[in-house]
């Protein structure tokens, strides 16, 4: 079954430095979301997008966070400035279609560790 | 703000037994549910989706209920075994939105041989 991949699979860095998570949806999909898993607690909405385009996003997506389709394969989140309270596991998923009832497809995560 | 949440945080069942997981949502403009498995390093894998206008769907060994009057979900696993281990998660949409998720808390199913 086709897979969304996602690199690094562990991400450290200082606070105050930018990071990019990366992620490689499935190729026939249109759709692609971010979402986070702080330790311990629930999986959290963060962006979709579609069409280069942001459709919704969530009040945790402030100004520090950007997402980009930089070609035709990758997806990126990124952070500007870390914060501590960013540490967590960060999922990319994707569907073929963006209305709900679509199936989401995850991928395995980035565990972002902010020091 | 209204959420999705779980009843137990683990279950704990012998292989071969039937497990029941339970979600509570609050949402009433929900029409869309989800369960998702949750194995040790890995992303939310889909298990099983139900819509508002179904009470009851089955798939392999696995059945979700939706009582809509009572705002409750339940995910129903036959015949555990060891591989089922892991955290489940329901999770709510909207058919009529953007593919926007709403999890609940997670419960942790842990399999005895």
């Known amino acids: 079954e086709p897979e969304v991949t996602q690199t690094p699979s562990h991400q450290v860095t200082q606070m105050g430095q930018e990071v990019i998570l990366r992620c490689v949806p499935i190729?026939?999909?249109?759709?692609f979301y971010w979402y986070r898993q702080i330790l311990g607690q629930k999986v959290e909405f963060l962006v979709s997008?579609?069409?280069?385009?942001?459709?919704?996003k969530s009040e945790i997506f402030d100004d520090q966070f950007s997402v980009e389709r930089p070609d035709g394969s990758n997806f990126t989140l990124k952070i500007r400035s870390t914060k501590l309270e960013d540490s967590a596991m960060y999922f990319c998923?994707?569907?073929?279609?963006?209305?709900?009832?679509?199936?989401?497809?995850f991928g395995s995560g980035t565990q972002l560790s902010v020091l | 703000g209204e959420s999705v949440g779980l009843h137990l945080p683990t279950l704990s069942v012998q292989e071969g037994d039937n497990s029941i997981i339970n979600c509570a949502y609050s949402?009433?403009?929900?029409?869309?549910f989800i369960w998702y498995k949750q194995e040790s390093g890995k992303g939310p894998q889909f298990i099983i989706d139900?819509?508002?206008?179904?009470d009851k769907r089955q798939g392999q060994r696995v059945t979700v209920l939706l009582n809509k009057t009572v705002k409750h979900l339940s995910l129903q696993i036959a015949a555990t075994q060891p591989g089922d281990s892991a955290v489940y998660f329901c999770?709510?949409?909207?058919?009529?939105?953007?593919?926007?998720?709403?999890f609940g808390a997670g419960t942790r199913l842990a399999v005895h041989p």
């Open positions: 997008f579609y069409n280069n385009e942001i459709s919704e």
């Open positions: 190729s026939n999909h249109l759709y």
């Open positions: 999770a709510e949409g909207s058919e009529g939105g953007y593919n926007k998720l709403i």
């Open positions: 139900i819509r508002s206008n179904m």
């Open positions: 998923a994707s569907s073929v279609r963006g209305s709900g009832g679509e199936k989401l497809f």
């Open positions: 949402n009433s403009a929900s029409d869309y």
